[in-house]
């Protein structure tokens, strides 16, 4: 079945760090994936779509100097949350869909527990 | 209104009793649907998909109406393991393909 690998799994970091997280699709090409935050016992929360070589797609009242998100290839696309905040301390996880495939199911990463202290 | 509702539970049911949940939809351009688990601290992993046929995977039934807009999910003889969060997922193309999760309804099977 499709995999998709996020790395780190877990950070803890300083007020003020920058933290890189990485989404990668292992066994297909993904045009498209998606992050997402989720705070304890709340639901997923679409942040942004990353599209191969354009520009990503962010929901409203996502700040997108913010969370910077590269999409160089379509088996990798990164999540920079940038001069992190303990506000911004969330469990971070990535999907990506198979290319051109939009009726097809997301498939998530492990996800990134992220700590700002 | 949400655009996919679900009932968030909790369910609390004994170890090999049957457990349905239900999902609507609201958007009739809605394509694709799915059903999803995710346990405490971990990731969305996808149990199956859905289709108007029905479709069965062991121990778990799925079936859409699209007529009502409503999906459900079966399970059948629940074990301590089926304890979860299951996602009630629906793929539409309206300017786009865009993924709509449903809140999602907690399970747990007790001994």
């Not at chain 1, 780190?8 to 933290?19: D, H, L, M, R």
């Not at chain 1, 709340?42 to 929901?59: D, F, H, W």
């Not at chain 2, 997922?89 to 007790?110: D, E, H, M, P």
Request: net charge positive; proline share 4%.
């Amino acid at each position: 079945g499709a995999v998709v690998s996020q790395h780190p799994s877990w950070v803890i970091c300083k007020s003020g760090t920058s933290v890189k997280i990485e989404c990668r699709s292992l066994d297909f090409q993904a045009t498209t994936m998606f992050w997402y935050r989720q705070f304890p016992k709340q639901s997923l929360m679409l942040m942004a779509t990353s599209n191969e070589g354009s520009k990503a797609t962010y929901e409203q009242g996502v700040e997108k100097d913010k969370f910077l998100i590269n999409h160089a290839s379509l088996t990798l696309s990164t999540l920079t949350v940038t001069s992190a905040h303990p506000e911004d301390s969330s469990f971070y996880i990535c999907s990506a869909r198979a290319a051109r495939q939009g009726s097809q199911p997301q498939h998530f990463g492990d996800g990134t527990r992220l700590s700002i202290l | 209104r949400k655009e996919v509702e679900q009932d968030p539970g909790p369910f609390n049911v004994p170890e090999g009793a049957t457990v349905a949940f239900n999902c609507t939809y609201s958007n009739s351009a809605s394509q694709s649907f799915f059903w999803y688990r995710q346990d405490c601290r971990k990731e969305p992993k996808l149990l199956m998909s859905v289709y108007s046929s029905g479709n069965e995977d062991g121990r778990f039934t799925a079936q859409l109406n699209r007529a009502s807009q409503y999906i459900s999910l079966l399970i059948r003889d629940s074990k301590l393991s089926d304890s979860a969060t299951y996602l009630c997922v629906v793929n539409r193309n309206t300017g786009g393909f865009k993924t709509i999760f449903g809140a999602g309804t907690r399970l747990f099977v007790k001994a």
